[in-house]
């Protein structure tokens, strides 16, 4: 029988060592690599991201960061969500290298190759760690799952929005947007 060589889990300083160029996110201690997202998906995260900083800015809610910048949940998941909103109540986790703790709300644009993790490891980080809430935008379907932090600490989703259809922020207190507008489908 030949034993298995034990997995060597690498933690935030390694993360830190990596060059600044190089899309990775650390997820229980194994770096996982990321291709460029497309176009669709940056456009995605333009629409949306605009609406949310002008909103916030309009309001001075807190602050909007996008990727790449990481948030630190612990010293061996490490995440760089694709928007994320911090309110001014949880500024104390905004450090000048990262977001040090749960971010109000977290916004995930779904990627052939980052959908499963999306959906699975990270929404279940998020719940654990305690965003309050959580957005999938998925652009091949051009939908919007909410989810949000329940008194018991679960996530539930308030719903699935598609084209024509507005979804409300209940962090983001007063913010609403059309499905069409976050996937550039209406001018």
């Not at 109540?89 to 499963?116: F, K, M, N, W």
């Not at 999306?118 to 809430?133: F, I, L, Q, T």
């Not at 799952?145 to 929005?161: C, K, M, N, Q, W």
Request: charged share 25%; with cysteine; net charge negative.
């Amino acid at each position: 029988m030949v034993a298995q060589k034990p997995r060597v889990k690498l933690t935030y300083g390694d993360y830190r060592k990596t060059p600044e160029d190089m899309r990775c996110e650390l997820m229980d201690g194994e770096l996982i690599l990321a291709a460029a997202p497309r176009t669709t998906h940056q456009r995605t995260q333009a629409n949306l991201g605009w609406r949310m900083s002008h909103f916030n800015h309009e309001r001075s809610l807190g602050e909007v960061f996008f990727a790449p910048t990481d948030v630190v949940f612990s010293d061996t998941d490490v995440v760089q969500p694709d928007i994320l909103f911090v309110s001014k109540e949880r500024a104390h986790v905004i450090t000048e290298d990262a977001i040090h703790g749960a971010p109000d709300l977290v916004v995930e644009i779904l990627s052939p190759s980052t959908a499963e993790r999306d959906r699975g490891y990270k929404r279940d980080m998020y719940e654990r760690h305690g965003v309050k809430e959580y957005w999938m935008a998925d652009v091949d379907l051009s939908t919007m799952a909410i989810l949000r932090l329940s008194d018991g600490g679960l996530f539930e989703i308030v719903g699935t929005y598609g084209e024509g259809e507005s979804f409300t922020s209940a962090v983001l207190a007063g913010f609403t947007v059309n499905v069409s507008e976050v996937f550039g489908m209406q001018g």
